[in-house]
């Protein structure tokens, strides 16, 4: 199939989600979607899905009125409403393919907004251009990240004695096992966005709409006096570093997000030294632990396949895992565009010259099935969209990435840090135990592994 | 902020309405847009066509647009086919920016080509998104062109998301398929004869009531769109009678067919015993030169509820005098809901629906009891609210609306895509009840905060 046009069954989703989901990591935020009410019923449908949990946002609720005479009027009014009605003590608007083409400019009517006095003391609206025809879910995350940044950061020319980790895309349990680490460290750190206690909220018999968690605006403004930024991910993470570098001079380091053995090592080095801190001896037993565990299993890894879809900034420090395991990464697709991606992939495919590797345009779910088709894999890791080819072709299925719709588990255990390795290991072991225990001979059926 | 002491949005008085024997006589306002800058439950026009058409199994259904559309409806509704499962992959022309200034016709083109030399599919939908809307495709004339190619109907279905409500979404559905109806043989179909209208199949449902219906002795023509199939919904102009389901969605459709063919139709639901057995009533009485299918329907009627009747009565004692809160999309849905938690004990403090219109509203307030609230177009801090004031043990809703519930602890029962077992037909009300009863009955609530859990 040539496939000049097509994309099928996608590895990505659109911007606004990205910058939904961002958003629900500042407390007391309220995302607000400029566009059809589509879009804002998708992303919270789809949200809530992969969390289980109610997700607030409002909608510019665009008609052929709007779309003609552009959205101010509607953007206005919403805000109006927004501060009246949800009382939120931040809105942070995206925009949609729909808004972006009939070419409203958020900073100019949020800035009339404010003109107007239509945002209250002490409330803030933020914006994120977030067009859908651009990138991916992804790159809408890094916009509304970098916006927060931008509109947030303050330099008071007083330098504070904190770090601010500008978390990649990644899940509330990985954020709370982050902000653990450094805790462990006893590094002071400001990480945003934080979805942690917002997505993984206890049942209280309440709804709130604004849960206990996310990082707060004090906290946003105070990044621009912290003496550096450390940036998990080049894709989703990185352009909101720059932004706090170009704005208030925070020198920046990009590393991988710590996901796996040496990723990690990376990131526990970069805080140790970037705060002056020895590593204390928790976090190097917890390394020799999943060390340990890497060891005693070894034989299990060896030389097995994988085929591995999802976003860019999980991806690089996944294939290494899966390399440092000895295990061989042959088909690696994200629907996500960037050169960025290509790159670094290409220094971590060093060590695997045999690897299919793809990203953005035509690289989907598609392309990944064909691949393996050509060449079979024992394992295969992606969100749960991967459960059609795994049932397909009888592969052993590790659900990894967003979104995870059939499963639960990403919202309470991480996959970063030590412990996140650990987790990984453990569930890549039991599925492909699982499968060897389910269709082993009879006299091979072993009962010690 | 917690949502216990909240207000009624500003300018949503109109669409909250509380039963009182002494209260006013006031209209529920409806059909308005919603605010801008709620929290609306709502979706868009593209929506409500790609709810209706996705179940047609043997075509392709790709979404012209950038490749969010396409992604967040990827085999999101459980309509299941016996047959091929077209339906069930993702098509997006993934429209990049390029596309969006100099146009996306081409890349729509070739896409539409390169998929029906893969999957030679019997028909394909075409969906216009937003931004199609904008730049000005015209998308009628490549359908053409590829229907002229590629020799099957390619059907262009105007779903920009801003150009109304869902229930547009539904029309836009409606006439695309109208353009196929008609285009079939007749051949073989008896003067007793049906189609089957506004019921999606999900979890195998309209299996369920096909099967009463043949068994009294009438042809189904066509399913639309539940287990789909293109020849079919081509001949469908030869049924004697279109029997809708679902109002919102399809009655659209109906009308048109009752104007060009002179196919009748009425209006029918198949939740709750009561509906249920009305709907093969009703049916029946429209063939009364053959008494034998009234017999029929009497004997499934009776056989049925012989069956689950007294497996429900467990249900019923331990539900009795419970409360439940109803929040749905259609509103012709919801008064099968009232009557069928009656049929199980319970009474319903809230109702409420996303695109009911102001008849559907006048009835509903008829049906209801003393002091239950009705509601058009609400979203999640105004249900929790009710779901609290009124003390409800139990919320029907959908996707958006579950963890709600269960964030207030309260049992729910999703009416919506996400059912995983029938809830149509007379299995499909012994289903509800079960579901409802392990839902409102589970041990999980003793644990939480406000039923006296740990404080």
Known sequence: MLREGLTINPAKTCQPIGAMYAALGIHGCLPHSHGSQGCCSYHRSTLTRHYKEPVMAATSSFTEGASVFGGQANLLQSIETIFSVYDPDIIAVHSTCLSETIGDDLQQITKKASDDGKIPAGKYVIYASTPSFVGSHITGYANMVTGMAEQFAVSTGEKKEQINIVAGWMEPSDMREIKDIAKAMGTKIVLFPDTSDVLDAPQTGKHEIYPKGGVTVDELKSTGDSKCSIALGCISAEPAAIALDKKCKVPFETIDMPIGLSATDRFIVSLSKAAGVKVPAEITAERGRLVDVMADMEQYFHGKKVALFGDPDQLIPLTEFLLDLNMKPVHIVSGTPGQRFEKRMKEILERAPYANFKNGLNADMFLLHQWIKNEPVDLLIGNTYGKYIARDEDIPFVRFGFPILDRIGHSYFPNVGYKGGLRLVEKILSVLMDRQDRTALEEKFELVM | ?455
Not at chain 2, 298 to 327: C, H, N, S, W
Not at chain 2, 402 to 407: D, G, L, M
């Open chain 2, 1 to 455: 902020m917690d949502t216990h002491n909240i207000a009624l949005l500003e300018g949503r008085e109109g669409q909250v309405y509380e039963k009182r024997q002494d209260g006013p006589e006031v209209e529920i306002a409806c059909d308005k847009t919603s605010l801008s800058g709620s929290v609306s439950q709502r979706a868009c026009v593209f929506c409500g066509s790609r709810v209706v058409l996705y179940p047609v199994a043997d075509a392709i259904h790709i979404v012209h647009g950038p490749i969010g559309c396409a992604a967040y409806t990827w085999d999101i509704r459980g309509a299941v086919s016996s047959g091929p499962e077209l339906h069930r992959l993702s098509f997006s022309t993934d429209l990049q920016e390029m596309d969006v200034i100099y146009g996306g016709e081409k890349k729509l083109y070739r896409s539409l080509v390169e998929l029906i030399d893969q999957y030679q599919p019997k028909a394909a939908f075409i969906y216009s998104t937003c931004i199609i809307g904008l730049i000005g495709d015209d998308i009628e004339a490549v359908c053409k062109k590829v229907a002229k190619e590629k020799g099957i109907p390619v059907m262009p279905v105007h779903s920009e998301g801003f150009k109304g409500t869902k229930k547009d979404g539904y029309k836009a559905a409606c006439s695309a398929l109208m353009k196929l109806i008609g285009t079939g043989s007749t051949e073989g179909i008896s003067n007793y004869s049906i189609n089957i209208l506004g019921e999606f199949n999900l979890a195998g449902e309209a299996w369920i009531i096909r099967e009463y219906y043949e068994k009294m002795g009438i042809q189904v023509v066509a399913t639309m769109t539940g287990d789909g199939r293109i020849d079919d919904i081509r001949r469908s102009h030869g049924a004697t009678l279109n029997v809708v389901q679902c109002s919102g969605s399809m009655t659209t459709l109906a009308r048109d067919m009752e104007e060009k063919y002179g196919i009748p139709y009425i209006r029918v639901s198949y939740f709750g015993f009561e509906d249920m057995s009305k709907s093969l009533y009703d049916v029946a009485a429209l063939f009364p030169d053959r008494p034998e299918i009234m017999e029929r329907a009497k004997e499934i009627v009776r056989d049925e509820i012989r069956k689950y009747y007294p497996e429900m009565q467990k249900f019923k004692a331990a539900l009795t005098g419970k409360k439940a809160a109803i929040y749905v999309g259609g509103a012709f849905k919801t008064f099968s809901l009232i009557k069928a938690l009656r049929t199980v004990g319970m009474s319903v403090v809230l109702a409420g629906s996303q695109t009911g219109n102001k008849d559907d509203y006048r009835r509903l307030k008829e049906m209801c009891d003393e002091g239950t609230v009705i509601v058009d177009d609400s979203n999640p801090v105004e249900l929790s609210k009710f779901v609290l004031e009124k003390e409800a043990d139990l919320l029907i809703g959908g996707v958006k609306e579950r963890p709600i519930a269960f964030k207030l602890g309260v049992g729910f029962c999703d009416h919506n895509h996400e059912r995983k077992i029938p809830l149509a037909g007379f299995v499909g009300m012994y289903n509800f009840a079960k579901e409802v009863y392990e839902s409102v009955m589970s041990p999980v609530w003793q644990f939480a905060p406000r039923k006296g859990g740990l404080k």
